[in-house]
């Protein structure tokens, strides 16, 4: 059911590199969600856009960015990744609608040594 | 600010037994209620929803949960599991004037032959 796509599914890199991890969806969802996944832990939001052109950080600070130029698309960028980045990345987005469930992506692990 | 605690981080059982996976959450005068399960290696997908009206709220596979408004709970039952519901359980909340869910820990559900 879930037209929500992030790539890639694994990631390796060393210290240092910047990367940029993907995430589009197909059905003109206005807003969209990044979430930081680690075992045991709560999902905790680091970005959300309410439409193009519109981003907040979250409740969990991150050195990430994100850009909203397109209603579909919503890269999360790490100008220096860092050890301390590795983690689970979750992209979701949602209709209009408090109500509303979220629809994710399946997600990116992300590994930096 | 909203916050969710599920008591258990990990419930074994057996095959065909019954199971349920506790949520609470903080108190507020209107909250929307959301379970999501996370099987491995995907993205988070909708259980069931609580908006209002029953507080017994019946989803997919087979769940239940119960919204109740004096506990601040919404327990997530299944009268008999199967080894195929072995996954990531999350309970989720969302404040009526607010866009963003807030997650809780999740709880592992892992069923025995």
């Known amino acids: 059911e879930a037209d929500i796509y992030q790539t890639p599914r694994y990631l390796v890199i060393g210290t240092g590199k910047k990367i940029t991890l993907e995430c589009s969806q197909t059905?003109?969802?206005?807003?969209m969600y990044w979430y930081q996944q680690d075992p045991g832990m709560e999902l905790h939001l680091i970005h959300y856009?309410?439409?193009?052109?519109?981003?907040e950080k979250g409740d969990l600070s991150s050195e990430s960015t994100v850009s909203r130029i397109r209603t579909e698309h919503f890269p999360l960028t790490l100008e220096s990744a860092r050890p301390s980045h590795t983690s689970q990345y979750l992209c979701?987005?949602?209709?209009?609608?408090?109500?509303?469930?979220?629809?994710f992506g399946s997600g990116t692990q992300l590994s930096v040594l | 600010a909203q916050s969710v605690t599920q008591l258990d981080s990990q419930v074994p059982v057996f095959e065909e037994a019954p199971v349920e996976l506790r949520c609470n959450y903080s108190s507020s005068v209107s909250v929307y209620l959301f379970w999501y399960v996370q099987y491995p290696n995907q993205g988070l997908q909708l259980l069931l929803k609580y908006l209002s009206g029953s507080t017994l709220v019946k989803g997919i596979n087979g769940f239940e949960a119960e919204f109740n408004k004096s506990q601040t709970s919404f327990h997530l039952r299944k009268p008999s599991v199967h080894i195929s519901d072995t996954a990531e359980y999350f309970c989720a909340v969302r404040d009526g004037g607010s866009y963003i869910p807030t997650f809780g820990r999740g709880t592992s559900l892992i069923v025995h032959p």
């Open positions: 979701a987005s949602t209709r209009r609608g408090r109500d509303e469930k979220l629809f």
């Open positions: 059905m003109g969802h206005d807003k």
């Open positions: 856009s309410y439409g193009v052109n519109s981003t």
